[in-house]
């Protein structure tokens, strides 16, 4: 009998045969190659993993990465850690996959701690780190594995991994609101980068989180600059979801600096025309409410894009920010024309329930955004004038403040004299 072939697995796969495509397979992963050729079985490997990635198998996938590994310890250690890097990766396209990929993740670990393959071993911690922050926002997990990683690399003066841990570590300070360690973490990060050959979509993300914290601090002018050249690395690199990701940023930038014609401009230009999604068709609308300072248009906006808006945490806080801001205008506007108004009449004209807009007017007099009173045993809003400053009465209290000083001194010469 001969051997089964790839070819032969290739056409199982085809023909919708996955039990014989998958025993095929494993058929050829078990022989041993006669020369130190392991092509095959590399292949081999990468396709039977791809199978259970097309079927949804994560129990199987998980339970082959082991067997795998007992071929994969013959391949040269390079090749051995990408096999196993690809292999555990394949979990991010099947749904609900976390835990088993922590697992796998975990189990690889252990065996590349065995095995003494420190480069794989670091490279696993960093990917494990990385799902503990993106997929489980498990951050204080994420953030013991980070640390470990920078005394390692710091020791070992490795900046290209340095740069990556020191990113991911600004980005868990970013999600924990410790934005002081944040900034910290990405001046490290970008410290490390300006000494070697930065990857461009590693400069991306230094630049877009430079850009995210910049937002964080309400300066959007200089976080504007740095969104736009994450995304020109992006649009270089033909990385369409993060070209659309970091111009929805940009367009974010513009509508916080209500500079509503330059979200036009930038929508129509040359590198941002190709790109189109409900995610940007989510900020056109948004921009365009905020333009007629429609709190109505604003919240039909958040009601059609409501995945899109809310999906991205960056976006999600900053158009928080934008509502209560047009909120606010709003409610200038419709109490401007009243010395005194019934709350509910408030909520009926602005079309938000009662104790929304009570607890709201309540901030407002507080910030002093205007001067009233809230009744609310009546239900009642007075509205008063802004005080008037009295500049005679300022000039007394300087006047009076004036003499006093001129007295004490009169008091301690005499004291002297005495």
Known sequence: MTAPTLEDARVAVKQKDVAKAEELYQQIISTKPSTHDFSNQETAIFELGDLYKNEKAKEKLTKFIPEARSVISSFAKSKAAKTIRYLIDLFDQIPDATDSQIAALKDSIAWSVKEKRSFLNQSLRLRLATIYFEKKQAYQNALQIINELLREFKKLDDKPSLVEVQLLEAKVYHSLRNLAKARAALTS????????????????????????????????????????????????????????????????????????????????????????????????????????????????????????????????????????????????????????????????????????????????????????????????????DKPKVDATYDSSLELVNHMSDVVELLYEKAATLN
């Open 189 to 384: 990060a970008r410290t490390s980068a300006n000494s070697i050959y930065c990857p461009t979509l590693t400069q991306a993300e230094l630049d877009n989180m430079s850009g995210i914290l910049h937002a964080e601090d309400k300066d959007y002018k200089t976080a504007f600059s740095y969104f736009y050249e994450a995304f020109e690395s992006y649009n270089t690199q033909s990385d369409e979801k993060n070209s659309i990701r970091v111009l929805k940023y940009m367009l974010l930038s513009k509508i916080m600096l209500n500079l509503i014609d330059d979200v036009k401009q930038i929508l129509s230009s040359k590198y941002a025309s190709k790109y189109t999604s409900k995610d940007i068709d989510a900020m056109k609308a948004v921009s365009q409410a905020y333009a007629n300072r429609s709190l109505k248009e604003f919240e039909q906006a958040l009601f059609v894009y409501g995945k899109e808006l809310s999906s991205d945490p960056i976006i999600k806080s900053h158009f928080n920010a934008l509502y209560d801001t047009l909120l606010e205008q709003n409610l200038v506007k419709l109490i401007e024309p009243f010395s005194v108004v019934e709350i509910s009449h408030i909520s009926k004209m602005i079309g938000l329930d009662i104790k929304q807009v009570e607890g709201k007017l309540s901030q407002m007099i507080l910030d002093e955004v205007f001067y009233g009173v809230l009744d609310q045993g009546n239900g009642w809003l007075y509205i008063y």
